[in-house]
Each structure stands twice: as C-alpha cells, then as structure tokens.
C-alpha cells in the first residue's frame, strides 16, 4: 500500500483519535431540545475542521431543526463527483446506570473506544474526514470532486436533509453518494452494503371518554383506550410474526438464488446471534425463513411503546381517556411507504373495537432501496477493501434504513456506496456503545484506497 496519504494517515493516527475524542465529548442528542446548542457546536466543529484540511465553500445551512454542514473540493477535473454523507447528532444516552464508563467521556478499553456517538456516526464522519485530510496533506489535492454533507438529524427522522435533497440543490450534483454508517458482518471481514430495508413510523393514538375516569365507578361501561389498543396491537401480527394487514405482502421481492447462496456462505452462527447479540431464550419470526432472510428482506412490524395512563408506584384506579402506541414497520423491495401506510391504517380503522376513536398518525417514513454490485464505484471500493484487509468483500443488506440512501437515489439519481466499519456488537442506540480502534484506523486507510480508486 503505496499511497502517501495512507502514510500520512499512519503517522497522524494518534492526533485524529485525539479530535475524535473531542468531538464524542459534545453530547450532540438531535431529539432533546436541551441539546440543540450543543448539536450546533458539533456541527461546527466539524464545519471547522473541514476548512482547516483545505475543503472549500464550508458553511451551515439551516433547516427547520439542526443545521447542515457543507463543503467540496471540485478541481479534479474529467473525474467523478462523490457526495460524502454522515451524521453528527447521537442517540441519547439512556440508562446512564448501565454504562460503565460515562456516555460523553470517551474511554479506551479492551481495544474499543467506547462513547455515545463512537461508531453511530461520529468516529465513521471522522474517519471520511480524515481520509480526506490525508489525501489533501499528502498530494495537495483531492483524486476526484467532492462535496461533503452532513446533517444533525439522522436519529430523529432526517426531515431537513430530506427537505434540502428533495429540492435538487446545485451543489449536490454528484455521479455517487459515500455513506458510512454502516457496519462489518463480522470481524476482519470486509463488508459492503447493498440493501437497505425502508419503514414507516407511526402513532396510533385510541379515544375514549372525554376525561379519565373511576374504575369502580365507570369499569364495565365505559370503554377502556387500553384495552382497545391492546386488541388493536394484537391483531397486527399473529403468534408467527407473520403480519395480517392485507395486501401487505403483494410487492414484496424475494432477493435472487444467487444472493440467498452467498447469504448462506457468511460465517453467521444463530446461536452466537441469539445468545450474545440479542440475548433472549429464543429467536422468533415467520416460518421457512432464515435469520438473514428475517431481518433483511422480509417486512416487519413492531411495537416501541404504549405511552399514557398511570404508571407511577402504587395505584391508580383509573379508566384513562386515551391511549397510544408507537409502531414501526420495516419494508423491504419493492415496498412503498405510502402504500403500506394506506393499507396499515384502513386495516387499523377496519378493527377498532366498539366505543372508541382511533386515529392513525405517520410520524416518518424512507424507502427501501438496492444497489446494482456491478456499478464502477462498487467494484472500485472492493478492490480498496481487498487492499487495506487482505480478503475479499462481500456484499450483505442490512434490516436497518438509512432514508437519505433512498432520498439521493429518487431525487438525485445516484447510486451510495455503504461502506461502514462498525460491529454487530457496537451497541449502537445502547449503553456501552463502543468504536473497534482498529476498524477506525483501517477505516481511514479503507476511505483513502477507495477515493483513489474511483478517481482513477
């Protein structure tokens, strides 16, 4: 591995795990007003390393939450134009009780960096970052355009860059996007995502009587919110996971035998999965498919919480006037969000049970979305994985949904590279998230190969 800017890269390693750590030190959490000056100072702190390394045009823009953050470098001319994207807001920190080291005090331990926002995306933003730090110290120039766009929001729905991307700013013409937010299948194992499941994000919230009321008084005439809702949830799926809205499987795209075979080949131990990753007595799902096929290319609907009513100590004898239940579904090829939204809440509405209102609310939605491996910008990232890790990449989808991957594909035409350099076993949105400083370090180097490649 040749390349000067890898050189660079080696020597300066120590000093980008330093600002890396002072970044994760901002408590960035996009969805707690609390923090939104904090989301700002992230924002430019990134904005202001950007235009130390030499990028040009830096600037914040402001959307209706937390601002973007843009920059380029566009002299390489004759050559592609990647759109480098990440997020620097992170997930809150919740329950503090359970991290062993505080959330905003990044620690090194066991060959791991661990902080909230360590590898979801701070330490992936640093490391395209410093990739392009290295290539611009090294050669004095960049090995093709680039303009940079990152935003504040990712872990609340990402309505502002969805917003921006959506009115086809000049500045984001681009011939590919560069996303790491993703992660390894394994250890040591290169990895390149090229699924990504889409979700619709909702609320549905049930109405009974006009205040709440005495169950002594009241239970056994008046309807119950809770109890309704609970009917409601039931009826969504049934004991197999198999999800009962009707027509919610008739778009649904098997992935090819080709793509089932090298899902097979991936060195995936269920039990692993069930007792390290997940750590329940069982793993549940529809019948006659496996794990993989599961959680990357089969709808899903889940419950996230069922907020109202009395649940402070003691008791409470009360009928409460309403109810809610926060609900998510996961689509997959060639799912719609605003079908399945459509034949979600007719279905809602379809079972209500007697006495009270219901309404359907969407909170958020993305798209699912496919990335053709024979595109030029795929083949030039696994040669460069294949350089920097010494095996050869494969490809796998993930069950999570990055909607700015379906944004750019629909409103700007270009396909993403999803290279990431995570863990299954980061903790991302968990206590005890964590960054593998290796990973890191080869991210970088991973970023450098590839931008070289695909500016050839």
């Known amino acids: ?112 960096l661990y902080a909230r926002g360590a590898v979801d995306d701070k330490g992936q933003v640093w490391a395209q970052v410093k990739a392009l730090e290295s290539l611009l110290a090294a050669d004095g120039r960049l090995p093709l355009n680039v303009r940079v766009l990152l935003e504040g929001e990712e872990e609340v729905g990402g309505e502002g860059i969805a917003d921006f991307v959506a009115s086809k700013p000049p500045e984001l013409k681009a011939d590919f996007a560069l996303v790491s937010d993703t992660e390894l299948f394994a250890p040591g194992l290169p990895t390149l995502c090229v699924g990504l499941r889409g979700m619709i994000y909702t609320e549905i919230e049930v109405r009974g009587a006009k205040t709440d ?106 009928i409460p006037a309403r109810a809610m239940a926060k609900v998510s579904m996961r689509l997959v090829p060639d799912m719609t969000p605003a079908k399945a939204f459509a034949q979600y809440k007719s279905y809602v509405e379809q079972i209500v049970p007697q006495g009270v209102e219901v309404e359907v609310r969407l909170i958020h939605s993305g798209d699912a979305c496919l990335v053709p491996v024979d595109n030029p910008y795929i083949q030039a990232a696994t040669h460069a994985l294949h350089e920097v890790w010494g095996k050869d990449t494969v490809f796998i989808r993930s069950g999570g949904s990055i909607p700015i991957v379906g944004d750019f594909a629909r409103h700007l035409g270009v396909p993403s590279v999803m290279m990431g350099f995570g863990l299954p076993d980061d903790n991302l949105h968990a206590p005890n998230e964590k960054f593998n400083l290796t990973n890191f370090e080869l991210g970088i180097r991973s970023l450098i190969r590839f931008l070289e490649e695909a500016g050839r």
């Open 1 to 112: 591995m040749s390349s000067s800017a890898v050189e660079f890269a080696r020597q300066n390693h120590p000093r980008f795990l330093n600002e890396l750590k002072d970044l994760l030190r901002i408590p960035s959490v996009s969805t707690l007003p609390e923090h939104a000056e904090d989301c700002r100072r992230a924002a430019d702190m990134v904005a202001r390393e950007l235009h130390r390394i030499g990028m040009e045009n830096v600037r914040l823009i402001e959307t209706g939450g937390h601002p973007l953050v843009y920059a380029d470098w566009l002299h390489a001319a004759g050559k592609p134009t990647v759109l480098v994207y990440g997020h620097y807001d992170v997930q809150p920190p919740d329950p503090l009780d359970e991290w062993v080291s505080p959330p905003f005090e990044p620690q090194e331990r066991d060959g791991n």
């Open 213 to 318: 009321l005495h169950s002594g008084m009241y239970g056994g005439a008046a309807p119950n919110p809770f109890v309704a809702l609970a009917q409601i949830v039931a009826r969504l799926k049934d004991e197999n996971g198999h999800i009962l809205i009707p027509g919610i499987y008739d778009d649904v795209v098997p992935p090819s035998e080709a793509e089932l075979a090298a899902w097979r080949s991936l060195p995936f131990d269920e039990e692993h999965y069930r007792a390290t990753e997940v750590g329940s007595r069982t793993l549940v799902g529809e019948p006659g498919f496996s794990v993989l096929e599961r959680t990357w290319a089969r709808p899903t609907l889940d419950v996230h919480g069922m907020p109202g009513g009395f649940i402070g100590a003691g008791a409470k004898t009360v």
